[in-house]
């Protein structure tokens, strides 16, 4: 059983479209996160929810827009894609939202804008 | 804020040799160490964690960190490696009070050849 899924695992795409990514987590935990990875391999984190709660928004353009429908499920919309939202993005999740805790991650979505 | 460093972007090794992969942080306030992998084509997974007590950490699959707070260092250590330890590895710092956003460093590329 898959602890962190997101689909689609590929996207590509023109510039101007708007496109989802979903994520489901099957662990029970309260915390759910999106990360971006450049291509330098650089990971910076874009939003968290705690609860279905908004708890950090990082400086992410407008255009991104999460929703957490439950606490099992962040899904990841993006408008009008430009060039420099070719990334791969991840989910995550923790039991909690301490910093102690420990993050599972999805496999990842490849986003390429054409 | 918080900043991580990884000096090395690629550590070259021959298998069953050792390897210290080097991290050091930067952050105004207590932070919790993270050491994560990630496997080509994949999401990332913990390695080990610095939360308090002994400043030598043991993880999975044969790894460990040494804390070293005067030198805000937190260096991954392995005595001898695998081919199949080949993947990035990123270091990273969450504060200890309030909730948890993981700070990355860049990543360095361990590469196992036989």
């Known amino acids: 059983d898959t602890a962190v899924s997101q689909t689609p695992k590929y996207l590509v795409t023109q510039m101007g479209n708007d496109k989802s990514i979903k994520c489901e987590q099957n662990?029970?935990?309260?915390?759910m996160y999106w990360y971006k990875q450049d291509s330098k391999k650089f990971l910076k984190i874009m939003f968290s929810?705690?609860?279905?709660?908004?708890?950090i928004n990082e400086t992410v353009p407008n255009r991104f827009s999460p929703k957490s429908p439950d606490k099992a499920h962040l899904n990841l919309h993006i408008n009008s894609l430009e060039l420099g939202d070719s990334a791969v993005y991840f989910c995550?999740?923790?039991?909690?939202?301490?910093?102690?805790?420990?993050?599972?991650f999805g496999p990842g979505t490849r986003l390429t804008v054409l | 804020a918080q900043s991580v460093t990884q000096l090395d972007s690629q550590v070259p090794v021959f298998e069953e040799a050792p390897v210290e992969l080097r991290c050091n942080y930067s952050?105004?306030?207590?932070?919790?160490l993270f050491w994560y992998v990630q496997y080509p084509n994949q999401g990332l997974q913990l390695l080990l964690k610095?939360?308090?007590?002994?400043?030598l950490v043991k993880g999975i699959n044969g790894f460990e960190a040494e804390f070293n707070k005067s030198q805000t260092s937190f260096h991954l250590r392995k005595p001898s490696v695998h081919i199949s330890d080949t993947a990035e590895y990123f270091c990273?710092?969450?504060?200890?009070?309030?909730?948890?956003?993981?700070?990355f460093g860049t990543g360095t590329r361990l590469l196992v050849s036989p």
């Open positions: 995550a999740s923790s039991l909690t939202m301490m910093g102690s805790n420990e993050q599972f």
């Open positions: 990273a710092v969450s504060p200890e009070t309030g909730f948890q956003k993981l700070v």
């Open positions: 610095y939360l308090s007590g002994s400043t």
């Open positions: 929810y705690n609860n279905k709660e908004l708890i």
């Open positions: 952050s105004s306030v207590s932070v919790y």
């Open positions: 662990l029970g935990h309260d915390t």
